[in-house]
């Protein structure tokens, strides 16, 4: 199984990358599993053409890593986390290689990303910042697949 974290801009906070960096070892026993970083448009004075131009780079993204799409939005479907194991196990079951989660930028994605995608996953109706969310998302994968292997990690 491979499985991509797809986001735009940078983790800036030292704290932050050591612990996406801890769930990344963690997780090699599970699965290949990789953080894609695209560059941040930061045009401030045109909010719908930052959307654009770093949803279009989303879409060149997914495209080229092919596989299941996966998109954090606030107005997605939520789960539990033993919830969401079943959807990744009864992927992987329907032959699914590959999962690419995506976090779109500070301004949100266009609507273009939102209809390509195959899944829309809600972790809360709260906001939280975007380089937090990569390390929350982390653990959350890598939970995800402890639940799907039995291990300790989430009892």
């Known amino acids: 199984m491979n499985?991509?974290?797809?986001?735009v801009g940078k983790v800036k906070e030292k704290y932050i990358i050591e612990g996406i960096n801890e769930f990344l070892k963690r997780m090699?026993?599970?699965?290949?599993?990789?953080?894609v970083e695209l560059k941040e448009d930061g045009?401030?004075?045109?909010?719908n053409i930052s959307i654009e131009k770093e949803s279009e780079d989303i879409l060149k993204?997914?495209?080229?890593l092919g596989g299941y799409n996966i998109l954090l939005d606030i107005q997605g479907k939520n789960f539990s986390s033993e919830e969401m194991s079943e959807e990744i196990e009864?992927?992987?079951?329907?032959?699914v290689s590959s999962i690419n989660f995506i976090?779109?930028?500070s301004y949100g994605v266009s609507e273009s990303v939102r209809k390509a995608v195959d899944m829309r996953?809600?972790?809360s109706k709260m906001t939280f910042p975007h380089q937090l969310m990569r390390?929350?998302?982390?653990?959350?994968i890598y939970r995800w697949f402890s639940i799907i292997k039995n291990t300790k990690y989430h009892k």
């Open 28 to 35: 090699q026993s599970f699965a290949k599993m990789k953080i």
């Open 61 to 64: 993204t997914v495209e080229k």
């Open 43 to 47: 045009n401030d004075s045109s909010r």
């Open 121 to 123: 996953l809600s972790f």
């Open 103 to 105: 976090i779109g930028g």
């Open 90 to 95: 009864r992927l992987t079951v329907n032959g």
């Open 135 to 140: 390390l929350i998302l982390s653990e959350q």
């Open 3 to 7: 499985v991509s974290i797809i986001c």
